[in-house]
């Protein structure tokens, strides 16, 4: 009995929705972790006793990243339609999907990233400045390398978090193992392809999880 | 203890990195505050105080102090915890800023510096810390290297130096290791190293040894005098612990209440403690009677036989010495040493010796005996008398 007869859709549909799947999460991760990481580094300097300390600008800048936060991922995607016209060009696909997922994600990881920031030991900081270091220097030799495990572990969470949002993308056509979960598994009654969907999504995050757990266990161990 | 060792044997005075030092400095601001003759590490404090905002109110954590640390010096300032210690040795370098007075480092008020000189000022200013401070994320190498990287050294000088610092402080083995794989003592000898890499003039060490055991502690303030010898760096020190002063400091400062209590040579503080301050913190270090013969000490002598208790007291100075058979002889009676301590300090003997005389009658002329040719000590004190046995 060959592979395709057992199956109730063709394999190359599987095939497709993972490859698109991984395509809006490396993305839209990828854009998180470049636009989420000098977001937290603004709070962190921008904070009451940072080294710009700026009260205005960091209440700005944390209302605007609660707003995002509070928005459900369903509604943002929605929300942002003109945007992302704006920006892909498109409002249906892999692309229209990716600039939200992004725009969820980053303040999410912004968020884990200032927490690991405000973790690293003050003491640090002013012998960074004893020892005459400009404060990018502090920002870049102090603040990012010893925050650095915290930063990896909220990407590790981040990137699970997108896995799990990218399944809503089949609402703007963006495809992907979630809406095929929802489309035959869920509306067509196909068990098998549920099953095989909800298999795929969580060897996927295993293997994401347990990939960020050793770097960050590696990180530590130095 | 192996390490302190190896740190004095390679100690071969290194060379200061004054091409490095210098083209760095004139990097971040030409000229620079100190223009002319290369700058030496003279620090001194005018009218310096420090008031802090707190919920209860303001606190004065330091006042009135005004100070000049000598240039190759080891300074001192010892205080209990929050008699504003930290708070004036994080003036020198501005990570504290005074509310008055002022703080100039070989002339220059550095409150007038901008941002750009207040690195450069920095990187004359070498600061080592009690919890180390070191990078964990950065190899022993990598934390040595940093005050460099940061000045813009260019790598292939960068590598030599901090080879150079490596074996100055004894760790040439340790160069990629991370700081958590390190001792206590290992941990404060990276610090160091850090910060002498930009070869400073000055050295601020907060409470550098406090972390650490006494054997440890020992080999730390070996090489900080070392370094101090050898490459002739001003050393400001703070602690709370008076043995540390006494094994290096040249001049001490008591503070007490963020005020001055007592400053001096620290044999001259040592030998006579005039502050209340000074006096609670150097008692741990002095030996008073031994409690079976205080109990039995009484004002008026007893109708039987015997012996009166006396303290001399060397305070330094007037090169008065302990000098056994001259006591005896002055004293002119039985004369039995029961307990002592005297030390030397900077070249001056202090400390007391507790004696029991016997066989006198009358009282001897203390006048005589603690003053001009005849003086045996600088004071003698009648504890009292004890029944003889």
């Known amino acids: 009995m060959s592979l395709e007869l057992s199956l109730s859709i063709p394999i190359e549909r599987y095939g497709n929705a993972l490859v698109d799947t991984l395509q809006m999460v490396g993305i839209s991760g990828a854009l998180a972790l470049v636009a989420g990481i000098p977001l937290a580094v603004l709070l962190i300097v921008t904070a009451p006793g940072g080294f710009l300390a700026s009260p205005r600008v960091h209440r700005v800048l944390g209302s605007i990243i609660n707003g995002f936060r509070a928005t459900p991922f369903i509604v943002l995607l929605v929300a942002l339609i003109p945007l992302t016209?704006?920006?892909?060009?498109?409002?249906i696909g892999v692309w229209a999907a990716i600039v939200p997922l992004a725009i969820s994600a980053t303040p999410f990881f912004a968020r884990i990233v200032e927490v690991s920031l405000r973790e690293v030991d003050p003491g640090l900081v002013e012998a960074a400045q004893a020892l005459g270091c400009k404060k990018w220097d502090i920002v870049r030799h102090v603040y990012l390398p010893e925050a650095l495990p915290g930063i990896v572990g909220g990407f590790t969470i981040t990137l699970v978090a997108l896995i799990s949002s990218s399944a809503m993308a089949g609402a703007v056509g963006a495809g992907g193992l979630g809406d095929l979960a929802i489309r035959y598994g869920y509306q067509r009654f196909d068990t098998q392809v549920m099953v095989i969907v909800i298999a795929v999504l969580i060897l996927l995050v295993s293997v994401v999880q347990r990939i960020g757990d050793g770097y960050v266990r590696w990180l530590r161990q130095r | 203890m192996e390490l302190s060792?190896?740190?004095?044997?390679?100690?071969?005075?290194?060379?200061?990195?004054?091409?490095?030092?210098?083209?760095?400095?004139?990097?971040?601001?030409?000229?620079?505050?100190?223009?002319?003759?290369?700058?030496?590490?003279?620090?001194?404090?005018?009218?310096?105080g420090k008031t802090y905002l707190s919920s209860a109110g303001p606190v004065q954590a330091l006042q009135d102090i005004e100070l000049e640390i000598a240039p190759g010096s080891i300074f001192g300032i010892i205080g209990r915890s929050g008699a504003g210690k930290s708070s004036l040795l994080r003036t020198i370098n501005r990570l504290e800023t005074p509310t008055s007075g002022r703080i100039e480092v070989d002339g220059v008020d550095i409150a007038t510096l901008d941002d750009a000189q207040l690195v450069q000022l920095r990187r004359r200013i070498g600061m080592i810390f009690q919890h180390f401070n070191l990078l964990s994320a950065k190899t022993v190498f990598d934390n040595i290297a940093l005050p460099l990287r940061v000045a813009g050294v260019p790598r292939q000088q960068l590598e030599g130096r901090v080879r150079e610092l490596l074996a100055l402080v004894g760790l040439e083995d340790k160069a990629d290791t991370y700081p958590r794989r390190l001792s206590g003592g290992q941990k404060q000898r990276v610090g160091i190293a850090r910060a002498l890499a930009s070869g400073p003039e000055i050295l601020l060490c907060d409470e550098a040894t406090s972390a650490l055991d006494p054997e440890t502690t020992h080999a730390i303030l070996q090489l900080l005098r070392d370094i101090n010898r050898k490459l002739g760096i001003t050393v400001i020190l703070i602690t709370h612990e008076m043995s540390v002063i006494r094994e290096i400091a040249d001049q001490v400062l008591v503070l007490e209440q963020?005020?001055?209590?007592?400053?001096g040579p620290v044999w001259q503080v040592f030998g006579n403690p005039a502050h209340?301050?000074?006096?609670?913190?150097?008692?741990?270090?002095?030996?008073?009677?031994?409690?079976?013969?205080?109990?039995?000490?009484?004002?008026?002598?007893?109708?039987?036989?015997?012996?009166?208790?006396l303290q001399l007291q060397y305070r330094g100075g007037d090169g008065l010495e302990p000098d056994l058979l001259r006591v005896a002889q002055a004293l002119g009676g039985k004369t039995r040493l029961l307990q002592a301590s005297v030390e030397r300090i900077q070249g001056h003997t202090h400390g007391q010796l507790y004696i029991a005389l016997a066989d006198v009658t009358g009282s001897p002329d203390w006048q005589a005996l603690t003053q001009g040719p005849t003086a045996i000590a600088h004071h003698i004190k009648e504890l009292g008398y004890v029944t003889r046995t």
Not at chain 2, 6 to 34: C, F, I, K, V, Y
Not at chain 2, 258 to 263: D, F
């Open chain 1, 85 to 91: 016209r704006l920006v892909a060009g498109t409002t």
């Open chain 2, 5 to 48: 060792i190896t740190a004095r044997q390679s100690l071969t005075a290194p060379s200061r990195p004054e091409a490095e030092h210098d083209a760095a400095a004139q990097a971040s601001a030409p000229g620079g505050p100190w223009p002319g003759s290369r700058p030496k590490g003279r620090v001194a404090l005018r009218q310096v």
């Open chain 2, 258 to 263: 963020g005020r001055i209590a007592e400053l």
């Open chain 2, 276 to 309: 209340p301050a000074t006096q609670a913190l150097l008692a741990p270090l002095q030996q008073g009677l031994p409690p079976e013969l205080l109990d039995q000490l009484q004002t008026v002598p007893p109708s039987g036989l015997h012996e009166r208790i």
